[in-house]
């Protein structure tokens, strides 16, 4: 009877085994580019490319969508090349971690970037100015309040608007910059365009509560590019948000929608210009889960972070000279795999070796 009962039902089973074969592998035919894609350049430039290829105003190049970095010689020819020295990067920190977060980044990075990068902090340090860094102590508080973070912003745009720079990017003091992958990427906007270029820690615009007049409110929505794994703006834009953004002008706007100082960016840029942010998946904070980035795809992204999640390190999973133990956030092996790619010598992790590795 039972032998009966399978030799009845075994063609349907066979049959439902392959259809679950051919559904799997449909799906994983469509999908699985896209996801690599996600963090790939060439699909990212072709983006980036499609949105500032024949647009006719800045607000239209400044549309929602992917930003990457170009890799052919004949993007944007009728321009002058852009340079390192033409970018001005900001590092926020503060006092209490400028013998971790800041040590490693001004041994690893920001080394290689020392003349055009400009470091906000709340507190003097005898020992940066002696090595030649560009350090700017601002009178703002230590903690990690709306008005301590719009503060040190409001100083990092000012500071970039006193400059001969022709573009801004702000990272923090937990963030891996490659500066090649940088100039890459910002080498494929159009220089005289309004560019807002960084990546969402939401899936969706925030919603704020302006403050008006007369002590009432209106609710309002806007996209913001996470000051946790960096962003851009182009001079051309910087100028145009200087009736929000000068002087003490920042902090109250940022009073105003009661959001800290990456808020306050993505809400001059979207509700005071009407112009929208470069979504770019090369840019990453310790908010997303960065296991899933691979090793391969490491020298092509802008920034990389790391930091505590549910009580585990949240940082990219690479191999390298250096084991979890000695090297938590993983800086040292991402500028390793950086340097080896451009066939320099590791003298850093010589000598950080030989010196022994902080804690971060």
């Not at 039902?9 to 035919?29: A, G």
């Not at 309004?194 to 007049?213: C, F, M, Q, R």
């Amino acid at each position: 009877m039972f032998k009966k009962f399978i030799c009845r039902r075994l063609p349907l089973l066979i049959f439902t085994f392959f259809i679950i074969l051919y559904v799997d592998f449909q799906l994983r035919t469509i999908w699985l580019p896209k996801l690599s894609a996600a963090h790939h350049p060439s699909h990212v430039q072709r983006s980036v490319r499609r949105k500032t290829r024949g647009a006719q105003n800045p607000a239209n190049i400044s549309s929602s969508g992917s930003g990457g970095p170009a890799t052919s010689k004949d993007v944007y020819d009728s321009q002058v090349k852009m340079k390192l020295d033409d970018i001005f990067i900001a590092v926020k920190t503060t006092g209490r971690f400028h013998r971790t977060r800041l040590k490693l980044l001004l041994e690893t990075w920001i080394s290689r970037t020392k003349a055009h990068t400009f470091i906000f902090t709340d507190v003097e340090d005898v020992e940066l100015p002696s090595v030649g860094h560009n350090v700017v102590v601002t009178s703002c508080q230590s903690d990690h309040s709306q008005q301590a973070l719009s503060c040190k912003m409001s100083a990092e745009y000012d500071h970039f608007m006193a400059s001969d720079k022709r573009w801004f990017c702000h990272v923090d003091d937990d963030n891996y910059l490659n500066p090649e992958a940088l100039l890459l990427l910002l080498s494929t906007f159009p220089q005289d365009s309004d560019i807002y270029v960084g990546k969402a820690s939401l899936d969706k615009p925030i919603t704020a509560h302006e403050l008006l007049d007369g002590n009432e409110t209106r609710e309002v929505q806007f996209w913001f590019a996470t000051g946790g794994a960096g962003f851009c703006l182009s001079r051309p834009l910087a100028e145009k948000m200087a009736p929000w953004a000068s002087s003490s002008r920042f902090e109250q706007t940022s009073a105003k929608i009661r959001l800290p100082d990456d808020c306050t960016v993505g809400f001059i840029v979207e509700r005071r210009l009407g112009l929208f942010m470069v979504h770019c998946p090369l840019f990453h904070s310790h908010l997303e889960n960065l296991l899933l980035i691979s090793q391969k795809s490491i020298p092509h992204q802008v920034t990389l972070s790391y930091g505590m999640f549910e009580n585990k390190m949240n940082s990219i999973e690479v191999k390298g000279s250096f084991s979890k133990e000695e090297d938590p956030s993983r800086v040292l092996v991402e500028i390793g795999l950086l340097l080896a790619e451009e066939g320099e010598e590791e003298s850093v992790f010589v000598e950080r070796e030989r010196r022994g590795t902080p804690k971060v």
